[in-house]
């Protein structure tokens, strides 16, 4: 018998090598260190973050299913690339539910909620002074969070957190265009000051304008790489 002050549970607070591993690349995708389109060699990957070829496989199929990897017949693995098409629905399912979620959220937002929402814009603000990237959208992952808890849509926060990983990949594009920091900045501010002063409208508003002028970027920066596309 195990002595009482000994425990088989497992410590959760560890990451293991495949989430490490899963971070890693999801990371890598985001700052295009691998690039939309561009092949994913499991042998070369194995080499590169010094893991195993069953890790790299399992993180692959994650990363597949969060739709940041595509597999492509006779070639493999690849980057999954932006589709116009898929991207304009992102935006617009995305303006829909974090719309209503800050209108929500001024309606209902007690001074707990704002000041946790105040405490992810000032991560947020730290991220974009020290121009980093991942922080960045950590502190926006967290602004939206207590955004949508606040507003009591849990089911569709479920929804955004199912795209979040290709919203970070067209977020990451977005916000390294000339002034596009300063300014997504700017509009998350006014969605956090309408709330704060509980204005429902405002709130509402300044979400949708937000979403809309990262769409405009991001359908932009696609026609560039695709103008056939737009022909």
């Not at 890790?55 to 990363?63: D, G, P």
């Not at 507003?151 to 990451?172: C, E, Y």
Request: include cysteine.
């Amino acid at each position: 018998m195990l002595p009482q002050d000994r425990s088989l549970k497992i410590d959760r607070s560890v990451k293991t090598l495949r989430e490490l591993t899963l971070e890693k690349m999801r990371d890598a995708i985001f700052r295009l260190y691998f690039k939309p389109g561009e092949r994913l060699v499991e042998r070369t990957l194995c080499d590169q973050l010094g893991v195993s070829r069953s890790v790299v496989r399992e993180v692959l199929r994650h990363l597949e299913a969060e739709g940041l990897v595509e597999t492509v017949p006779h070639q493999g693995p690849i980057v999954a690339r932006l589709d116009a098409d898929k991207t304009a629905q992102i935006y617009e399912l995305r303006a829909l539910l974090e719309s209503h979620a800050a209108r929500a959220c001024a309606e209902r937002a007690d001074d707990a909620t704002v000041a946790r929402l105040g405490a992810a814009v000032e991560r947020m603000a730290q991220a974009f002074a020290a121009g980093d990237s991942t922080g960045i959208r950590e502190a926006t992952t967290t602004f939206y969070e207590e955004l949508f808890a606040g507003s009591g849509k849990a089911v569709a926060w479920d929804i955004v957190q199912s795209l979040n990983a290709r919203i970070n990949h067209l977020r990451a594009m977005t916000i390294s265009t000339p002034g596009r920091y300063q300014a997504s900045f700017a509009e998350i501010m006014e969605i956090y000051e309408a709330v704060k002063r509980r204005d429902p409208d405002a709130a509402y508003a300044a979400s949708a304008r937000h979403v809309q002028n990262a769409a405009a970027i991001a359908m932009r920066l696609l026609a560039e790489i695709d103008p056939a596309r737009e022909a």
